[in-house]
């Protein structure tokens, strides 16, 4: 109940500040917040041997992290960079990946010790952060003609 009450309430919180905030920002905001996230995740799962209530604490944040960033905005900045045909194999991609995520996770945790495993998700959030920051423009504000002129540019240069 928490979970679904918290991911309710994230986004409802960027559906108020991704016009005001910016698409590019909310991802940088929310990848390097999941990046910190995963790290203490990873350093907990090594450190306390009883790490349940540090993790569930975790989980939560996580989840309100992820569903005002990440989660929220993928959605609107793929159909604005994407022409139509292009969207419905962006978001079959998304879709498989967390399929992938929660079908390998508990195969990954019953083999390698969970901070491991945590570890491997923070290495992924890091490339995250490393690739919003550097390859992906702003589009807060601009018209359909103006993004599509900014994607043709950076496939020119």
């Known amino acids: 109940m928490a ?9 409802i919180f960027a559906a108020l500040v ?3 905030t910016g698409r ?37 944040g996580y989840c ?4 005002f960033s990440l989660g929220a905005v993928m959605w609107l900045y793929v159909a604005e960079i994407l022409p139509d045909k292009m969207m419905s194999v962006a978001f079959m991609f998304n879709w498989f990946a967390g399929f992938a995520v929660a079908e390998g996770f508990p195969y990954m945790n019953k083999y390698w010790d969970q901070g491991y495993v945590f570890g491997i998700f923070a290495f992924f959030a890091l490339v995250s952060v490393i690739f919003v920051s550097l390859y992906v423009p702003e589009t807060k504000g601009k018209s359909d003609g103006e993004i599509r002129d900014l ?5 020119k240069t």
């Open 18 to 20: 991704i016009n005001k």
């Open 64 to 67: 309100a992290v992820y569903g």
């Open 3 to 11: 979970v679904g009450g918290i991911n309710f309430l994230s986004v």
């Open 151 to 155: 994607f043709d540019r950076t496939r």
């Open 24 to 60: 590019r920002s909310l991802m940088n905001i929310g990848s390097t917040l999941i990046l910190l996230v995963l790290i203490a995740f990873c350093v907990i799962s090594f450190v306390e041997e009883d790490h349940s209530d540090y993790l569930q604490y975790l989980v939560l």
